[in-house]
């Protein structure tokens, strides 16, 4: 086994940035939505605002860096092994089947969770992004032509099932980080260090 440096500095800070901010926003946003009362409407208003801005500089500054690093790479769908990965997660890590994927610095994700952060990035962030943004600004296009084809009521149900897609990501993230791990917190733990130990091809001697 060697231990390498998967993710940087900037990575970790990033992801644990966007998991408080995502987590604080399904916060606010579900008591928005009515599920339970913890800070007021008002204030759990305001604070919804407030995260979704911070989140969005975020996104921001992660799109550049990614950009600018090419590490954008890592999240792109390679198309196979994909059903390799679902096999493993939904069966294979009972039985105690090796993991059919080791992780590098130049290929962080696996098959599968290329696709679902490719998912996440693709669709689900757009449409949070774009759906919050016009919720925010109603009052300026709620007299316009575009008002016409798109209802307030549209847009909210947009924010809404992005929010509920972005839970299901959530959960589905937390498995696979959590249940395939030896301990179960090693890929937590390698996205607080950033090492994580990869384990070398075994050379052999020809006579």
């Known amino acids: 086994m060697s231990r390498e440096l998967i993710f940087t500095r900037f990575e970790r800070f990033w992801h644990w940035s966007q998991a408080l ?5 399904l916060t606010t ?6 599920a339970y009362t913890l800070l007021g409407f008002g204030a759990a208003f305001s604070a919804h605002i407030v995260l979704a801005w911070v989140l969005i500089g975020l996104w921001a500054f992660a799109i550049f860096w990614h950009l600018t690093t090419g590490e954008w790479r890592q999240y792109v769908p390679t198309g196979s092994g994909v059903l ?9 890590i009972f039985s105690g089947e090796a993991k059919p994927y080791t992780k590098t610095p130049s290929a962080k994700h696996n098959p599968l969770q290329r696709v679902a952060y490719f998912s996440f990035k693709a669709a689900i962030a757009p449409a949070l992004w774009i759906s919050g943004l016009l919720l925010l600004f109603y009052g ?7 008002n016409e084809w798109l209802s307030l ?5 947009v924010h809404v099932a992005a929010a509920f897609g972005l839970m299901v990501f959530i959960i589905g993230h937390l498995y696979m980080a959590l249940t395939t791990g030896k301990p179960w917190y090693e890929f ?3 996205m607080i260090t950033g090492y ?4 070398q091809p075994r050379s052999t001697t020809h006579r």
């Open 140 to 146: 300026s296009w709620s007299g316009t032509a575009l």
């Open 29 to 34: 946003g579900l008591e928005l939505h009515g």
């Open 21 to 25: 901010l995502v987590f604080s926003l």
């Open 188 to 190: 937590v733990k390698s």
């Open 196 to 199: 994580h130990d990869v384990e």
């Open 153 to 157: 009521g549209s847009v909210a149900w």
């Open 84 to 92: 390799r990965m679902v096999a493993y997660y939904g069966y294979g």
